[in-house]
């Protein structure tokens, strides 16, 4: 059974930094592109960003661009989002997707980001 | 950069066919996928590739795309269809994974 789960959300004050991990079990995470979507409150879904099976290719939507970086480690089977110079428009549901041809094909339940002071 | 609009709301009478769109300029090029949302939930694939449904989501749902709009149908909506929907896209292009903003279904 595919498995994702995100961690290291929490409340942190803006302009601080935050790591969210997703933790991928039951299917060959190295063989699978993966995406980062968030969901602000009472909000749709929003692309934050995507990684490549190696991590050779990024991309990232142009509201988070320059302030966060997206990993992997194909050999913990985990998935990563370094978030920096918070705002407070970044406070959101975090899930991590699993991507296959362009569409997220299994999703986590998310960890929540308040960004506030 | 692509947008892809969607109507807020849709309401649909038990056991009858909704029919939620997808907007957006030549949608038709693109691969579309739809996703269902119930309240404090992940989203879940329901169509791939415009027209595919994974395995576990009822024959029920079905999709379409042609032109400058795509389509998903529910047909015999039940209430447990009740949801938010959300259309998506890659957009080669620009690299950008688009979403549309989101259909609320009700269920009469």
């Known amino acids: 059974e595919v498995q994702l789960v995100e961690s290291g959300g929490g409340l942190v004050q803006p302009g601080g930094s935050l790591r969210l991990s997703c933790a991928a079990s039951g299917f060959t995470f190295s063989s699978y592109e993966m995406n980062w979507v968030r969901q602000a409150p009472g909000k749709g879904l929003e692309w934050v960003s995507y990684?490549?099976?190696?991590?050779?290719?990024?991309y990232y939507a142009d509201s988070v661009k320059g302030r966060f970086t997206i990993s992997r480690d194909n050999a913990k089977n985990s998935l990563y989002l370094q978030m920096n110079s918070l705002r407070a428009e970044d406070t959101a549901v975090y899930h991590c997707?699993?991507?296959?041809?362009?569409?997220?094909?299994?999703w986590g339940q998310g960890t929540l980001v308040t960004v506030s002071s | 950069s692509y947008e892809l609009t969607q109507p807020l709301s849709v309401s649909v009478a038990l056991g009858q066919t909704a029919r939620i769109t997808c907007g957006g300029n030549?949608?038709?090029?693109?691969?579309v996928h739809w996703y269902q949302q119930k309240p404090g939930q992940a989203p879940v694939l329901v169509i791939y590739?415009?027209?595919n449904r994974p395995s576990g989501i009822p024959e029920r749902f079905s999709g379409s795309n042609s032109k400058n709009t795509a389509t998903l149908t529910i047909s015999r909506a039940q209430a447990g269809d009740e949801a938010d929907y959300f259309c998506?896209?890659?957009?080669?292009?620009?690299?950008?994974?688009?979403f549309g903003g989101g259909t609320k279904l009700t269920v009469l």
């Open positions: 590739r415009d027209t």
């Open positions: 030549k949608i038709g090029s693109y691969n």
């Open positions: 997707a699993r991507d296959r041809d362009g569409y997220n094909e299994y």
């Open positions: 990684i490549s099976r190696s991590g050779s290719t990024i």
């Open positions: 998506q896209v890659w957009d080669s292009s620009t690299a950008y994974v688009v």
